[in-house]
C-alpha cells in the first residue's frame, strides 16, 4: 500500500504564499515523478507542476514565475511553493506521484486534495 500525505493548504490573501508538501510511503521501488494538479470548481482537473526523480520540472504557464517545485528523493517528498497568489489560483489542489512499486510495475498514486483559496 502506498499513501500520499498532503498538507498546506489554506486561505491567503492576493499576493500572499503558500507551500505545498506532499510525502509518499509505503512500499515504493523508485519515483518515476511526482506533482501537483488542481481543479477548480466547474473546471477541468489541470496540471500545475511536475517533477521527476531526477530533478526535471514542468510548470503550467499560469504559474511559471511564481511557484517553484522541488523534491526530497530521500523522504519521497515533493515541495510546491507558491508565490504572489491570484484569486485565479484558488483550487483543490492533489499530489500525484508516478512510482515503481517494484522494479517492473508502474502506478500512479492520488492525495486527498487540499483545498486553496486566494481571496480578500
Known amino acids: 500500500q502506498v499513501q500520499l500525505v498532503e498538507s498546506g493548504g489554506g486561505l491567503v490573501q492576493p499576493g500572499g504564499s503558500l507551500r505545498l508538501s506532499c510525502a509518499a510511503s509505503?512500499?515504493?521501488?523508485?519515483?518515476?515523478?511526482m506533482g501537483w494538479y488542481r481543479q477548480a470548481p466547474g473546471k477541468q482537473r489541470e496540471l500545475v507542476a511536475r517533477i521527476t526523480g531526477g530533478g526535471s520540472t514542468n510548470y503550467a504557464d499560469s504559474v511559471k514565475g511564481r511557484f517553484i517545485i522541488s523534491r526530497d528523493n530521500a523522504k519521497n517528498t515533493v515541495l510546491l511553493q507558491m508565490n504572489s497568489l491570484k484569486p485565479e489560483d484558488t483550487a483543490v489542489y492533489y499530489c500525484?506521484?508516478?512510482?515503481?512499486?517494484?522494479?517492473?510495475?508502474?502506478?500512479?498514486?492520488w492525495g486527498q486534495g487540499t483545498q486553496v483559496t486566494v481571496s480578500s
Open positions: 500525484n506521484a508516478d512510482l515503481r512499486i517494484t522494479a517492473t510495475t508502474r502506478q500512479t498514486y
Open positions: 509505503g512500499s515504493i521501488f523508485s519515483i518515476n515523478a
